[in-house]
Each structure stands twice: as structure tokens, then as C-alpha cells.
């Protein structure tokens, strides 16, 4: 499949290719648009080559699962985002990423290095890449939001965070080789989500309970031992698959956690300090005409799937 000559299309602003997997290459004519803000590639299963692209209204471009792609395109210095999910690069310029909002670089596996961003970066999509550290000045990111590394099972620490991360609300670092987590991890002082199931780490920081706006909190499939004290601001726990976990610090906390509980599989867990808290929750809940479901499969045979509603 060949594009026609796209010269004359003066006023074309956002360009769809969407699905297209016989598309082998884009056209050099696509140089001359000078109003082209979007162009999506994603799913040309084929493309091999890309123009070089100096626009300087070009705002959007996403290539997605172009195996044969091997160089990250030669594009305009103004781009906000760049998405290059699944593809083979190996890297990504520092000329390219100087003003990007948003970068993904989802599934590419030949991407060993944490790419140079500046700090206009809010969202960045790194997940399945073989990057094995994440740089200190990634506190120093002010406007970064969202931090996807999950699956990046090379990456084995995180740096301390010394300063205050104001803008970071979203952190997965799900299915990584991190073993443990920074007690300056407190320093992410809006963070709302942390993934961290399927990771071999085998306890947290007592700080995370300074983590005041922490909502959700992936646990499950890791080898913790103990639950420490809680924020109280945390409405999601999910801890199904912790054969290792035994004790849990903080029962207030959980009585808190209106998004349900699942400690499925858990079959060293002390059940006294569930029941406790489970039974708090079960009167507040009648109280405000609430729901609450609780289910797990403690070792005792007379609780095997406990739900409350």
C-alpha cells in the first residue's frame, strides 16, 4: 500500500492510518503540510521507514507495533507527544524529548536507558522496557503525573526521593525486580496509586504512613511478610496471592478501606485482627447503608469465602 501525494493538501490537520498493515512507508510529501498537528501510525504492522518531519505544528505522533522501526523518526523539536509503543528503537534523542508532555515507549524491549526528559514530561509510559535504573533527577520532574515502569523486570531499585514530588499521583512499578522500597518514598507527597504486585519485595517502610493521599495499593503476588500502619487516606488493598504474609500492624486503617479487601490465599495470615476490624466495618456499614465485601481464605476450614454486603 502507497499513500498518494498528500502536497496539496494545505489544510490537513490531523492525519488517521490507524490499522493500516500493508503501509511499508510514509511519504516525504507529508513535509509540506504546514497545518498537520496529528498523525497516528498505530497497528502499521509493517512501516519501515518515516520522512523527516520539521514541522513546527506537529503536536501528536503515535507509531505502535512496527517491529521494523529501529530509529526513533527525525521530528520537530516543538512535539508534545510521542508515542512509540512496541516498536524496536533503541533510544530516543535528547533533541526530541527537550519539550514532550507525554512519551510512550510501551514494550519496547531494546530500550536499556531511562530516556533524557525535560521537566514539561507529565506522562511517561515505560512499561516492558529493559531500562535497569531510574536516574535521581527524576524528582526533579515538577510536572510529572504519571510513571508507568510495570514490567520492567531489569529494574531492581529506586532512587532515594529527597525533595517533595508535588505532582506525581500515579507510580507502577508492578512485575519489576525491585526489592525494596525507599522510606523517602514519603517525599511523593500527592501520589494517589502505587503498583507494586509482583515485585519481590518483602516489606514496607513504616514511612508509608506519611503517604496522606495514597488511595490505591497494589500488593498482591509478593513475598511481604507484615503490613505496616497504613495512611488512612487509602481506600484499595490488594493483597491476594501473599503466601508469606503473616501480620498485619494497623486494623484501624482497614476498617477504612471501602473498595473491599481480598486476602485470598494468604493462608498465614493471623484471621483475629481481620475479624476485629472486619466486624468494625460491618456496624459502620449498617449504620450509613454502605457496602463492604471481604473475602479471603484464611487457614481455618470454616472461613473459606467470607462476603458482606
Known amino acids: 500500500m502507497e499513500l498518494p501525494d498528500l502536497s496539496k493538501a494545505k489544510n490537513l490537520v490531523c492525519l488517521y492510518l490507524v490499522d493500516c498493515s500493508s503501509l511499508t512507508e510514509v511519504p516525504s510529501s507529508l513535509q509540506s503540510l504546514d497545518k498537520l498537528e496529528e498523525l497516528d501510525l498505530y497497528f502499521c504492522y509493517n512501516l519501515r521507514s518515516f520522512p523527516m518531519l520539521d514541522s513546527k505544528v506537529l503536536r501528536v ?8 522501526m529501529t530509529k526513533c523518526p527525525t521530528i520537530s523539536q516543538n512535539m ?3 508515542y512509540l509503543e512496541e516498536t524496536s528503537i533503541k533510544e530516543v534523542p535528547r533533541s526530541i524529548t527537550s519539550k514532550l508532555e507525554s512519551l510512550g515507549l510501551h514494550g519496547c524491549s531494546k530500550i536499556t536507558k ?3 526528559i525535560s521537566g514539561d514530561i507529565k506522562t511517561l509510559y515505560l512499561s516492558g522496557t529493559a531500562i535497569k535504573e531510574v536516574p535521581s533527577s527524576i524528582q526533579f520532574l515538577t510536572r510529572l503525573r504519571v510513571l508507568d515502569m510495570s514490567g520492567c523486570s531489569k529494574l531492581e531499585s529506586f532512587p532515594e526521593i529527597l525533595v517533595p514530588m ?9 512485575k519489576t525486580g525491585i526489592k525494596e522500597i525507599p522510606s ?3 517525599h511523593m507527597i500527592s501520589l494517589r496509586s502505587l503498583g507494586l504486585d509482583g515485585t519481590p519485595i518483602e516489606e514496607l517502610p513504616l514511612s508509608i504512613k506519611d ?7 497494589a500488593l498482591h503476588g509478593t513475598p511481604i511478610k507484615a503490613l505496616p500502619e497504613l495512611p488512612p487516606s487509602l481506600r484499595s488493598l490488594t493483597t491476594h496471592d501473599c503466601a508469606s504474609l503473616e501480620t498485619m500492624i494497623s486494623t484501624i486503617n482497614i476498617g477504612r478501606l471501602w473498595d473491599g479487601l481480598n486476602f485470598a490465599n494468604c493462608f498465614k495470615l493471623d484471621q483475629k485482627p481481620l475479624i476485629t476490624a472486619m466486624h468494625l466495618k460491618i456496624q459502620v456499614s449498617l449504620l450509613t447503608q454502605s457496602f463492604f465485601l471481604l473475602s479471603f481464605f484464611p487457614a481455618s476450614s470454616h472461613f473459606q469465602n467470607v462476603t458482606f454486603v
Open 114 to 116: 531511562f530516556p533524557e
Open 61 to 68: 505522533l503515535a507509531i505502535s507495533r512496527c517491529l521494523d
Open 184 to 186: 523517602s518514598f514519603k
Open 211 to 217: 503517604m496522606v493521599c495514597l488511595r490505591y495499593l
Open 80 to 82: 508534545k507527544s510521542l
Open 166 to 174: 508535588k505532582s506525581l499521583v500515579d507510580l507502577n512499578l508492578s
